[in-house]
């Protein structure tokens, strides 16, 4: 019985090592300039805290900062506005994307 339960632990401790490498592993960058497309061509409604925003936040790394950004803690009366109702949101040409986008989406909805 300890056998097997040794074997289960480290069957379990490498799926989560393997989960860890995978998660923090660095994105490829993407250009500066595709970046600052899909800023100039969307806005992007996020709330501090939100982990799904720091998701999106991650895939943009450093050049995050070239988005449109609204945070609607800060700005509660622009996401009301909007009608935003779910976090992340995407508005595109009018068009809402909710939840996290990949790059690809975003070029092709933006037309970057």
Known sequence: MNKSFIITFLIIL???IFSII??????Q???KD???????NSVLYVK????????????????????????CF???DKC??????????WIIDGERY????????LKEATGC
Do not use: H, W
């Not at 595709?34 to 100039?40: E, L, N, P």
């Open 98 to 105: 909710v939840g996290v986008q990949s790059i690809d989406k």
């Open 74 to 76: 800060d700005n509660t």
């Open 34 to 40: 595709v970046v600052q497309c899909i800023g100039k």
């Open 29 to 31: 960058e993407i250009p």
């Open 14 to 16: 490498v799926v989560i």
């Open 80 to 89: 009301v506005e909007a009608e935003i109702t779910a976090i992340p949101t």
């Open 48 to 71: 501090n805290g939100c982990s799904a925003c720091i998701t999106q936040e991650n895939m943009f790394g450093k050049n995050y900062e070239y988005l449109n950004v609204v945070d």
């Open 22 to 27: 995978i998660l923090t592993r660095n994105p």
